[in-house]
């Protein structure tokens, strides 16, 4: 995945990257976080809240790549930023159109959380929760498959970027 100018930008910002010590405990909270989400997504459906199905749809997903990102010692406190790195060090790792589901879903969390006038189509709503869970799945899988080889590419990677920035 070539390097997107977003990464620069972020490796400029005080909460933007950060390379720490790999934390697998640390990884393991966010993927914790990220199925809390997902049984609070359930139970707005429940309850017919909408809004809240789509923030916490989002927070699932979020929270999954945050974990992974976390277990080999990447900190990021800007969302984007996360999502850019992530999207740089493992796509190749996902199949098409993993990323662009979570900016997606980024984006509909953002329209119905600070837009009060802004809504989701149904069928963009649908697809959201539908791959939610899916989304999630697969972001542990690879957690668990990620070998300390690919760890450490990943980090010498950005550290040569931290380097440059």
């Known amino acids: 995945m070539p390097l997107d100018r977003r990464i620069l930008w972020c490796l400029r910002q005080k909460m933007g990257i950060r390379l720490e010590k790999p934390n697998g405990e640390l990884g393991k909270s966010y993927l914790k976080e990220a199925n809390d989400s997902l049984a609070s997504m ?3 459906i429940k309850a017919g809240l909408r809004k809240w199905v789509i923030i916490t749809a989002y927070y699932a997903r979020y929270n999954a790549i945050y974990a992974l990102l976390r277990k080999i010692g990447i ?3 800007i969302h984007d930023c996360s999502i850019a790195v992530a999207k740089y060090l493992f796509s190749g790792k996902f199949d098409r159109g993993f990323f662009s589901e979570l900016e997606k879903a980024k984006d509909q969390r953002i329209n119905l959380q600070y837009y009060t006038n802004r809504t989701v189509s149904d069928s963009d709503y649908e697809r959201n929760v539908k791959s939610a869970s899916e989304f999630v ?20 990677k950005m550290s040569s970027l931290i380097g440059e920035g």
């Open 137 to 156: 799945l697969k972001v542990e899988k690879a957690i668990d498959l990620l070998t300390s080889r690919e760890m450490e590419e990943a980090r010498q």
């Open 42 to 44: 359930n139970a707005n």
């Open 75 to 77: 900190k990021s406190e």
